[in-house]
């Protein structure tokens, strides 16, 4: 079940990647997690964008008109014997981790004591 998992995200990026939707081509968007059920009948796909939740949420809609596509070209790709439906989820997950990163880099730690921290943890 994980394979699966792992390849219908990846198979999700790329068809992303390829929609001329400008509502998700201009967005963005990283599909963030994949979660299937255990009859494949549905996978839910978390999508976030670099421009925060608006865009994110704008994205879904796009994409919820396109579900048939987007299953149909998974399906063609993964070759299985039942294409589960995508149900797609807006998250903010790119903007939440690019905000910790800011706060982690606006932190001022010597480089003195990160060196005699790591080695007092060796």
């Given at each position: 079940?994980?394979?699966?998992?792992?390849?219908?995200?990846?198979?999700?990026?790329?068809?992303?990647?390829?929609?001329?939707?400008?509502?998700?081509?201009?967005?963005?968007?990283?599909?963030?997690?994949?979660?299937?059920?255990?009859?494949?009948?549905?996978?839910?796909?978390?999508?976030?964008?670099?421009?925060?939740?608006?865009?994110?949420?704008?994205?879904?809609?796009?994409?919820?008109?396109?579900?048939?596509?987007?299953?149909?070209?998974?399906?063609?790709?993964?070759?299985?014997?039942?294409?589960?439906?995508?149900?797609?989820y807006a998250t903010d997950s790119i903007e939440y981790?690019?905000?910790?990163?800011?706060?982690?880099?606006?932190?001022?730690?010597?480089?003195?004591?990160?060196?005699?921290?790591?080695?007092?943890?060796?």
């Amino acid at each position: 079940m994980g394979r699966t998992t792992e390849d219908i995200k990846r198979e999700m990026t790329a068809i992303l990647r390829e929609m001329k939707d400008p509502r998700v081509r201009d967005s963005m968007i990283s599909v963030v997690r994949v979660e299937v059920t255990n009859d494949l009948s549905y996978c839910s796909v978390y999508v976030s964008s670099m421009y925060g939740m608006e865009k994110s949420k704008e994205a879904v809609k796009a994409l919820k008109n396109a579900a048939g596509f987007v299953r149909k070209e998974l399906g063609s790709r993964l070759r299985l014997r039942h294409t589960p439906a995508p149900l797609f989820y807006a998250t903010d997950s790119i903007e939440y981790s690019a905000g910790i990163n800011k706060i982690l880099n606006e932190l001022d730690i010597p480089e003195e004591e990160e060196e005699e921290e790591n080695e007092e943890d060796i």
